[in-house]
């Protein structure tokens, strides 16, 4: 069972930067491709970010430029740093894990949110 720990949301002004940090539990981390999501106000849940457990990365188009995905292993984090951060930004931000099983079989996992809010 892996538990995903979301902190670092907040309010901030339009143009400022935010550092979420998603803490794992458990010892499989590494082996995890890990990504980041968010849900704003009325609107479905998207994919914003992914790593792989290899290190490769993968942004949505609405973030591409401003937000960047990393991992430390050694730490069993994973962060997003978020800059040039616009009103549109502003949702519940949610780490989630998938871990291969079997060749056909994955576990996905979930954080419980942080809110960011942009104000303009």
């Known amino acids: 069972q892996v538990q995903l720990v979301e902190s670092g949301g907040g309010l901030v002004q339009a143009g400022g930067s935010l550092r979420l940090s998603c803490v794992a539990s458990?010892?499989?981390?590494?082996?995890?491709?890990m990504a980041w999501y968010r849900r704003a106000p009325g609107k479905q849940r998207e994919l914003v970010a992914q790593?792989?457990?290899?290190?490769?990365?993968n942004y949505e188009d609405p973030v591409k430029g401003r937000f960047t995905i990393s991992r430390d292993n050694a730490k069993n984090t994973v962060y997003l740093q978020m800059n040039s951060l616009k009103p549109e930004d502003t949702a519940v931000y949610y780490c989630?894990?998938?871990?291969?099983?079997?060749?056909?079989?994955?576990?996905?996992?979930w954080g419980q949110g942080t809110q960011v809010t942009v104000s303009s």
């Open positions: 989630n894990a998938v871990i291969k099983v079997t060749t056909f079989t994955v576990n996905n996992y």
């Open positions: 458990g010892s499989i981390f590494s082996s995890a491709d």
């Open positions: 790593i792989s457990f290899g290190g490769g990365t």
